[in-house]
């Protein structure tokens, strides 16, 4: 079987350069890597991230919105993630199950033990065999993500999370945290306030020791 590999953050935090990075660094080790996201990864997925993540339209009713996120894991892992797994390739995903919990669950007062069962269910059970937690302050994070909605200039944003307010980010940052607390076993936290190199030195040889030793997934 393959490996799961996913990346978790406040938005600015730099998780997708680092998932970028260690496409590269393992792509040169002789490993096959898919990298995907969420919401997306599928057409169905990419649409939803639309919905979801587009700013200037109608908000979308929390439980609606959670539900979009579920469907939208569904197909990826029936699509993508579980077909890659099966081939025994490493699969590298920007957010899963963790950020719904931490965004739906701990910031938009969802319960938290229904998002668990969705998450279970749209999954098949299947929990990323390590995550990379890139932490950061939310002013730090959310500077970062204002810099790079302007650099970018996009006819559709996808920064509607971004303009939320800073204690909807404290939240998001305070129930990572908490995830990671009670999954310290799968779990990686780096400081996101360092260099993307110094993170990323952090990074591979945490990662490397996954993929080769006693942690490695089992199936």
Not at 166 to 191: C, K, N, P, T
Request: proline fraction near 4%; include cysteine.
């Amino acid at each position: 079987m393959g490996f799961f590999i996913t990346f978790e953050g406040i938005e600015g935090c730099g998780k997708t350069t680092q998932l970028n990075l260690l496409r590269e660094f393992l792509t040169g080790k002789g490993y096959t890597v898919i990298a995907t996201r969420e919401p997306g990864g599928t057409l169905l997925g990419d649409i939803i991230r639309k919905l979801v993540l587009a700013t200037g339209t109608k908000p979308l009713d929390r439980k609606a919105e959670l539900m979009l996120y579920q469907a939208s894991r569904a197909q990826h892992m029936h699509e993508v993630i579980q077909p890659a797994l099966t081939r025994g390739q490493v699969v590298l995903c920007d957010r899963f199950c963790d950020a719904t919990l931490a965004y739906q669950g701990y910031a938009q007062a969802l319960p938290l033990h229904q998002i668990e069962m969705l998450n279970q269910f749209t999954s098949d059970n299947r929990s990323p065999d390590f995550t990379v937690l890139i932490d950061c302050p939310v002013e730090v994070g959310l500077a970062r993500a204002l810099e790079r909605a302007t650099r970018c200039s996009q006819s559709l944003s996808e920064d509607r999370f971004d303009k939320e307010d800073l204690d909807f980010h404290r939240l998001v940052r305070q129930g990572y945290l908490a995830i990671a607390e009670r999954h310290s076993e799968r779990f990686l936290i780096v400081d996101g306030t360092q260099a993307p190199d110094a993170i990323q030195e952090i990074i591979r040889p945490a990662a490397l020791g996954r993929l080769t030793g006693p942690h490695k997934a089992s199936g």
